[in-house]
C-alpha cells in the first residue's frame, strides 16, 4: 500500500490539542493495523527546543536517538507506544540550517536560493523521509503554531503543493476553536470560518474540520459551518472538552473520524479498531474510588506543562493500581526548615523534579532530608537524584558543602560533577548526554524488583554526574549505588535499602511511560506511596 500524508492545521488560537488529535487519530489507525508514524513541525528558529525556557514551550522532551523534541512528541509516544527520534520533530531552524548547508556546499550550481522551492523543497523533502521507508501506510503530520502566522507559511506552502502532487494520498485536518459567549449564551462559528477562509487563501481547502469547543455544537450548526467552508457535512466533527485526553480516541471514533480518512484516501478497511485494552484502561480511571496524593517538588510548580511527561506517567500509574493522583505542586523555592512539615506530611508520597539551575535547590535539599528522615516513600528523577546525594553527602556524611559543580564550581567536595567529556564543551545547545543509553541494575535491589530484571534502556538528558571518587563513603553509609552504566560506569540509579522507597535516577523514567504501558519505576513508586497512605 502507497504511503498516506495526514496534515493537521489549527487556526484562531494555538494549544487548541493538535497534538492530542493527532495522537488519537494514530490510535485508531494503530488499532485498526495499520502502520502510523506522527511527526511535528514546529515554526521557531531554534534548531530544538533543548535551551528553550520550560515557561516558554512546556517540557522539553527526548527521543532514544537523543534529540530534544516538542513535548507534542510525548503524546504521540503515550498514545502510540511507537518511539519517536530525530525524524519526527523539525523545526524552521533545522530547515534553513540545512539548506544554508546545501547552499555552503555549492549543491544549488550558483542558483538564487530563496523560499520558493529551496526552503518549500526541503520541508517535502521531510515530510517524506518517513514515508519513504516504505514502513507506514499512514504519516500524520502536524503543523505548529496557527494559520497566519507568518513563520508558518513557508510549511503551509509545502502543504499545499503535496495536495497537488500526491492527491488522495493526502488529506488536511484543520483544527479550529468554537467559542462560547458567557453573556450571549452562544456559540460563535465567525472564527472557524475566518480561520478556513484563511486556509483557503493560501490554496488549501481543508477535507475535515474538528471544532474545538467547551459546548455542544448542534447538528444545524455543524451543517452550516459545513456550508461555508465547502467541507462534506459528515466531516464536521466537535471536539468538545472530555475529562481526560485519553477519551479523545473514543469521541473522535464515535464521530467516524477514521472511517472518514480511509474513506476519503480510498484506503480499504473493515470492521472496528480494536480499542480493548484502551477501554479497560478508561474504566480503571473512571471506577477508581481511592486516591494517592503525591507532591511534586519543583521550580516551575505554576506551569504544569514543565512536568508534563512526570504528571502523565503518575496519572497511569495510579490508574493501574486502581486509584485517582491528587498531584500538589509545591515549589522549591518556598520551602525552609520552618514550613517543609506542614507542606510534606499530608503527601503520601514525593517527587523531587527535573531542572537547571541554582534557582529552587535548597528547597529540594530540605524537602529530601525531610523525606529520608520521615521515611516517605520518594523519587528523584535527574537533577533530583543528584539533588538526593548533596543532601546525604552533606547530613549523613558530614561534608557540610558538598554540591554539585554546575551550583558551586569550587566546592571542596564535589558529589557531582561534570561529566568528563563534557569538560571541553561551552556550546549550549545539544552538548548534553542525551537519548537512550543502557544501565545495569543491583541483583535483589529494589529497582531491579520493579523493573523485573537487572539490564534496562533508559534515555537522558543532562552534562552533571555522580562523582565516583565519593561511591565507598556513600554505600558504607546506606546509599547504594545500584544501577550503573556497562561501559563508562556512570552511576544511573541510587537507592537506600533501609528505606520504604527511597531511589534516585540519573535518567528519566517518564519519557517512556504509556498508557498500555505505564513505566514499572513509576508503578511500583505508586504502589509504595498507596502502602504508605494505608500505614
Avoid at 502507497?2 to 494503530?30: C, E, N, Q
Avoid at 538528558?461 to 558504607?476: G, M, S
Wanted: charge should be neutral; charged fraction near 25%; hydrophobic fraction near 35%.
Amino acid at each position: 500500500m502507497d504511503t498516506k500524508y495526514i496534515f493537521v492545521t489549527g487556526g484562531v488560537v494555538s494549544s487548541l490539542g493538535k497534538g492530542i488529535i493527532s495522537s488519537s487519530l494514530a490510535r485508531l489507525l494503530l488499532s485498526r493495523g495499520f502502520k502510523v508514524t506522527i511527526q511535528k513541525f514546529d515554526p521557531y528558529i531554534n534548531i530544538d527546543p533543548g535551551t528553550l525556557n520550560p515557561y516558554e514551550h512546556g517540557e522539553c522532551y527526548v527521543t532514544v536517538d537523543g534529540h530534544e523534541a516538542d513535548l507534542d512528541l510525548g503524546h504521540y509516544e503515550r498514545f502510540t507506544n511507537i518511539r519517536t527520534s530525530r525524524a519526527n520533530n523539525i523545526t524552521t531552524g533545522r530547515i534553513y540550517q540545512s539548506v544554508i548547508d546545501k547552499e555552503r556546499r555549492g549543491d544549488y550550481l550558483g542558483k538564487t536560493v530563496q523560499i520558493i522551492p529551496h526552503i518549500t523543497d526541503e520541508i517535502k523533502r521531510n515530510v517524506k523521509l518517513l514515508g519513504n521507508t516504505g514502513k507506514y501506510d499512514f504519516v500524520i503530520t502536524e503543523i505548529g503554531g496557527t494559520v497566519g502566522d507568518i513563520e508558518s507559511l513557508p510549511f503551509i506552502e509545502s502543504v499545499r503543493q503535496l495536495r497537488w502532487e500526491l492527491g488522495k494520498k493526502c488529506i488536511c485536518i484543520h483544527l479550529t476553536y468554537v467559542p462560547y459567549i458567557r453573556a450571549a449564551k452562544e456559540l460563535k462559528t465567525k472564527p472557524t470560518q475566518h480561520s478556513v477562509k484563511q486556509l483557503q487563501s493560501v490554496g488549501i481547502q481543508p477535507d475535515i474540520l474538528i471544532l474545538r469547543t467547551e459546548k455542544d455544537i448542534p447538528a444545524a450548526m455543524r451543517r452550516k459551518v459545513a456550508q461555508f467552508c465547502n467541507v462534506d457535512p459528515d466531516s464536521v466533527i466537535q471536539s468538545i472538552d472530555v475529562p481526560t485526553i485519553y477519551e479523545v480516541p473514543i469521541k473522535m471514533h464515535e464521530q467516524k473520524l477514521d472511517e472518514i480518512i480511509l474513506r476519503k484516501t480510498d484506503t480499504p478497511y473493515s470492521g472496528e479498531p480494536d480499542m480493548a485494552k484502551w477501554n479497560q484502561y478508561l474504566d480503571k480511571l473512571r471506577n477508581a474510588k481511592e486516591t494517592v496524593k503525591i507532591g511534586l517538588v519543583g521550580k516551575y510548580v505554576e506551569l504544569q506543562d514543565a512536568y508534563k511527561s512526570i504528571n502523565e506517567a503518575l496519572f497511569q500509574s495510579a490508574t493501574y493500581e486502581d486509584h485517582k493522583l491528587d498531584l500538589r505542586y509545591i515549589s522549591s523555592e518556598k520551602l525552609t526548615d520552618a514550613n517543609v512539615d506542614e507542606a510534606l506530611s499530608p503527601m503520601d508520597g514525593i517527587i523531587v523534579a527535573p531542572g537547571f539551575g541554582q534557582r529552587g535547590i535548597e528547597g529540594k535539599f530540605v524537602a529530601l532530608k525531610w523525606c529520608r528522615e520521615h521515611n516517605v516513600p520518594t523519587f528523584g528523577i535527574c537533577l533530583g537524584m543528584q539533588c538526593m546525594v548533596i543532601e546525604f553527602a552533606r547530613n549523613v556524611l558530614g561534608l557540610a558543602d558538598a554540591n554539585s559543580t554546575e551550583m558551586d564550581p569550587k566546592t571542596a567536595h564535589n558529589v557531582i560533577d561534570l561529566m568528563e567529556e563534557q569538560k571541553s564543551i561551552s556550546n549550549m545547545g545539544g552538548t548534553m548526554r542525551l537519548g537512550a543509553y543502557l544501565c545495569r541494575l543491583a541483583e535483589g535491589s529494589k529497582v531491579a524488583q520493579a523493573y523485573g530484571t537487572t539490564q534496562v534502556e533508559e534515555r537522558h538528558r543532562h552534562r552533571f554526574e555522580f562523582n565516583n571518587d565519593y561511591r565507598e563513603a556513600f554505600e558504607a553509609h546506606g546509599m547504594r549505588c545500584v544501577g550503573e552504566n556497562p561501559e563508562s560506569h556512570l552511576v544511573e540509579v541510587v537507592e537506600m535499602p533501609s528505606k520504604k522507597w527511597y531511589i534516585g535516577t540519573q535518567y528519566h523514567p517518564e519519557y517512556s511511560s504509556t498508557v498500555l504501558n505505564p513505566h514499572p519505576l513509576f508503578v511500583s513508586f505508586v504502589k509504595a506511596a498507596i502502602d504508605n497512605k494505608k500505614k
